[in-house]
């Protein structure tokens, strides 16, 4: 007897409980139709399921069914051609004890060829979905994280240095990533890891001291100070001493100078003022401001425990860690005893480990400071911290701009806040030209100008290059946050039309009809599955694409049918699959750190 025929003549018996969906593995939020489809056919011929769930596939043709297995890689296992294995799959499944079950879920199987085709129970599946996305408001998606800790470091501008738009990309990805692990269930803590200690402080108290005058200081802060930055570097080119008084002052600063210190402050605290207000419009929050300077007491400690490790060497007077031949050393401590940035870098490190126990450690820093964090890694490897393979560079591209009336000019620093500034005004009057009727104009505004920056910084794999272009942004009916904040507030609107013309929508009477949605529904299915990834390979933009393609698929529904008809039943049924779009898009966008809107 064949292998194959032996197992599937011994199914009966190996059914210990009956298969209700139901009950396999944890709840999900959504169905789990693959995991589901696998435990059955895993049952019917003894192969793993998890390798069945692996090969199965979405026929290009419904006709072919919503799902299909092909068997050639059941060959040797069950010791018979793909055919015949096909064939038998479907014999059994309608000959074995699975009869009353998988009438709930499985419909039809059906052997073609080497594939089995499935089909899923229309009605059963769309109630299920529905529900789950409507009722259950996406409860269940929290078991992924539980009990686990992600620390994200992200945004973490310089102090006197104007917040630029570089640091906008790491401010918006390491805020759509708290978003997505914090949903996930994940205890979550952000840190902004502030520029606001190193030699640069050594050269702007100079130059303050020289130059400054604190009524244009308190003016524009950062403005002020930066070109004061500039004016040093200008001057030193000539007169080399300037360099020397910025070192000496950088350290009586790491030593605790009383001047050096209040200077200092001043500068931090007026920047950071600014870098609040922009946080602010952006809707960014940090548990934690913990710059560099947080960690400046305890780099002795740190050095010291380096040291002991065994790892260190002098070279030249400096302190340096070797890291082989394809990384040059990493730099623990000048000749004149500065500490540098990866000093800083190692204590925040081993710091941030201690307390918080981290599971993940996610640094959200553009690409040019790769080698950076391949020396950080390399160290604390080295200093066998075993938790350092859970720490991860998640870096991204670069950001220009399309037209000449923001480019960067040498020297000419793009401010995020007039980029904001200049796309809320733009949003303004658009919204203004499409629908001048609306309420709370300038909270959509700002809404939607704020909402393209970011949908603009996100629709996109992280590490490509980003082009600003500000004919892009903001078009209704391209790929930006406001077509999809527009697909949202339609749906609200379908929804009061609805009510207007019947009563107030019955979600769970809904659910009953519409098989006609199925596609569009198995569409929603693939949420949960889309935000896991995403936070598996730290990919907003696998979010964005999903939402694009789902506000897409239900835009052309909409077009090609009429949502609200004079039959009460069809009506109620689209607009409850419409509801549950309009909420997968809403809970979309918030991951990505974009508002939805109710109306515009
Ligand atoms: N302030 C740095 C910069 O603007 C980014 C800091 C990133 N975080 C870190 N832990 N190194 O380049």
Same mark, same amino acid.
């Given at each position: 007897m064949c292998k194959l025929t032996e197992i599937l003549n011994s199914v009966n018996f190996c +059914? &210990?409980?009956? +298969? =209700?969906p139901k009950n396999i593995g944890k709840r999900d939020m959504k169905v789990n139709f693959k995991r589901n489809i696998a435990e059955t056919i895993s049952l019917l011929t003894k192969i793993e399921k998890e390798k069945i769930e692996s090969l199965i596939e979405i026929p290009p043709n419904p006709e072919l069914g919503d799902y299909a297995i092909p068997c050639f890689q059941f060959a040797r296992e069950l010791r018979a051609n793909p055919v015949e294995i096909a064939k038998n799959i479907e014999d059994s499944f309608y000959s074995s004890s699975l009869e009353n079950e998988r009438a709930k879920v499985i419909q039809k199987v059906e052997a073609k060829g080497p594939y089995i085709n499935i089909f899923l129970n229309r009605e059963i599946s769309i109630n299920d979905i529905l529900k789950n996305l409507i009722v259950h408001n996406f409860s269940g998606m929290e078991k992924y994280g539980k009990g686990k800790t992600v620390v994200i470091d992200y945004s973490s501008p310089n102090i006197a240095k104007p917040f630029g738009i570089g640091h906008l990309r790491s401010t918006v990805i390491g805020n759509s990533l708290k978003k997505i692990f914090n949903f996930l269930g994940y205890n979550v803590i952000g840190i902004n890891h502030l520029g606001d200690w190193g030699t640069q402080f050594g050269k702007l108290i100079t130059a303050y001291k020289k130059w400054g005058d604190e009524k244009e200081l308190d003016n524009e802060p950062v403005k002020y100070l930066y070109s004061l930055y500039v004016k040093f570097h200008k001057e030193a080119e000539q007169d080399p001493e300037l360099e020397e008084e910025a070192r000496r002052w950088f350290a009586k600063l790491e030593k605790g100078d009383p001047e050096a210190i209040s200077l200092w402050e001043k500068f931090c605290k007026l920047s950071l003022g600014e870098f609040k207000r922009i946080y602010k419009r952006l809707n960014v929050e940090f548990e934690y401001y913990m710059g560099e300077s947080f960690y400046s007491p305890m780099l002795d400690q740190t050095i010291e425990e380096i040291v002991k490790s065994g790892i260190t060497k002098i070279s030249e007077g400096a302190l340096i860690v070797p890291l082989g031949d394809d990384i040059p050393p990493a730099l623990l401590r000048k000749k004149d005893g500065s500490t540098l940035y990866i000093t800083r870098d190692l204590a925040a490190a081993i710091y941030r480990y201690n307390r918080f126990k981290f599971d993940l450690m996610l640094y959200v820093v553009g690409s040019p400071q790769a080698l950076h964090f391949k020396q950080l890694f390399k160290v604390l490897d080295k200093m066998s911290k075993k938790w350092v393979k859970n720490c991860h560079h998640v870096p991204f591209g670069h950001i220009s701009f399309e037209n000449e009336s923001m480019s960067t000019r040498k020297g000419n620093i793009i401010l995020l806040e007039d980029v904001i500034n200049r796309a809320v005004d733009l949003a303004r009057k658009t919204i203004e030209e499409k =629908?001048? #009727? $609306?309420? #709370?104009k300038d909270k959509v505004a700002e809404a939607v100008g704020i909402g393209a920056i970011i949908f603009n910084d996100l629709k996109n794999s992280r590490i490509k290059d980003i082009v600003f272009d500000w004919n892009e942004i903001l078009n209704f009916n391209g790929e930006t946050g406001v077509y999809l904040q527009y697909t949202h507030a339609r749906i609200t609107s379908l929804m009061k039309k609805f009510e207007a013309k019947y009563e107030k929508i019955k979600f769970e009477e809904g659910l009953k009809y519409g098989q006609e949605l199925f596609p569009f529904v198995m569409k929603l299915n693939d949420f949960e599955d889309v935000v896991l990834k995403s936070s598996e390979n730290f990919e907003p933009s696998i979010i964005s694409r999903y939402l694009l393609d789902l506000a897409s698929e239900f835009n052309s529904y909409y077009n090609r049918y009429?949502? $609200?008809? &004079?039959?009460y039943k069809q009506s109620l049924s689209k607009i409850v699959a419409a509801s549950a779009v309009k909420s997968v898009i809403k809970k979309g966008l918030n991951l990505l750190g974009i508002e939805a809107i109710e109306e515009m």
């Open positions: +059914l &210990e409980k009956p +298969l =209700n =629908n001048p #009727e $609306i309420a #709370e009429r949502f $609200i008809t &004079e039959d």
